[in-house]
């Protein structure tokens, strides 16, 4: 495996994206790019890296803007710009043009977690004619309080306010997520039943939870997620698109899953190819259980070799 570092100016026009393109050592059948989540990074998805690698793809993955290696090296944690809920979407895209200077004739990829999996269905709406497949991990539906948390931030802007930092909107967004869950340990429990994931999570330098993006910022989040509901969102994603949805039926995000069955009923309504999966007796980050990390991957990869095969036939 080689690791090539690439860096983009933003679609914000503030920051500078960093981001990685992992080559395998044989040659690629196919390339995947990765899409991290809200308060992450792209690196804790190394484990699926590698075994992608293995398997003969490109991966290629970045830092979102207030995010990880982005936000670390600019010290810029809570300010996602002023140019709206599609900033991310657009960067990803950035990052897709870069891939095609090498990889533009290969079969093409997108697996989003989580925010990345919001990020993904904004880009399958815009840029859907880029994609060979589309994997969502850890989808959501809609998240309570969401209209009224909208409302509240959108007043705050108007007011002047965008720019200011209060952890109330996004502890308001989050703090229900460990409802169904006796005794949590931790505010971030939900995340997974392996207390060193949950550990793992909160000691990562790269991972910002606790600096908390302006309201400005939670605005474009609380948006992006207004913005895939309903077959209103499905309808503006290609058909041609086969999609695999993937979550752990303890997965508050995805309504324990209830939302992610929404979502792929949205897909199927307005003549989409889904298949669904569920792990039961998980949480949000299947990918990193190292209970199931395996068996999530390998699903994963047999989704893209079969229709990288059918597009190479």
């Not at 809920?85 to 960067?91: G, H, K, S």
Request: glycine share 8%; charged share 25%.
């Amino acid at each position: 495996m080689a690791i090539h570092e690439v860096e983009f100016k933003s679609f914000n026009e503030i920051e500078t994206v960093k981001g990685w393109i992992y080559t395998p050592i044989r040659e690629p059948i196919g390339v995947v790019q990765i899409v991290h989540g809200y308060g992450e990074h792209s690196r804790r998805y190394l484990h699926m890296i590698l075994t992608l690698n293995e398997a003969g793809f490109v991966v290629a993955a970045d830092d979102h803007v207030g995010h990880g290696k982005t936000a670390y090296d600019s010290d810029n944690w809570s300010n996602w710009g002023d140019k709206g809920y599609m900033t991310m979407a657009e960067d990803e895209q950035k990052l897709r043009e870069l891939i095609k200077e090498d990889y533009g004739d290969l079969p093409y990829f997108m697996f989003g977690h989580s925010m990345g999996s919001m990020i993904a269905r904004l880009y399958a709406t815009k840029y859907g004619e880029e994609l060979d497949g589309l994997i969502l991990c850890g989808t959501s539906e809609i998240f309570p309080e969401m209209e009224n948390i909208v409302s509240e931030l959108k007043a705050e802007i108007d007011a002047g306010n965008g720019e200011q930092v209060d952890p109330d909107y996004q502890n308001r967004m989050f703090e229900w997520m460990t409802e169904r869950i006796e005794n949590p340990n931790t505010p971030n429990d939900w995340i997974s039943k392996d207390p060193d994931i949950v550990a793992d999570h909160a000691n990562d330098p790269f991972n910002n939870f606790t600096s908390v993006p302006n309201i400005q910022s939670l605005y474009q989040f609380a948006q992006m997620i207004q913005q895939i509901l309903g077959t209103e969102w499905s309808e503006k994603v290609p058909t041609d698109i086969p999609i695999y949805n993937i979550a752990g039926d303890e997965d508050p995000v995805g309504r324990y899953g209830e939302g992610v069955y929404a979502v792929s009923n949205w897909l199927l309504e307005t003549g989409h190819q889904v298949k669904t999966k569920l792990y039961s007796g998980y949480r949000h980050e299947i990918h990193n259980h190292r209970e199931i990390r395996d068996e999530v991957v390998a699903g994963i990869i047999d989704f893209i070799t079969e229709h990288a095969r059918v597009k190479a036939n």
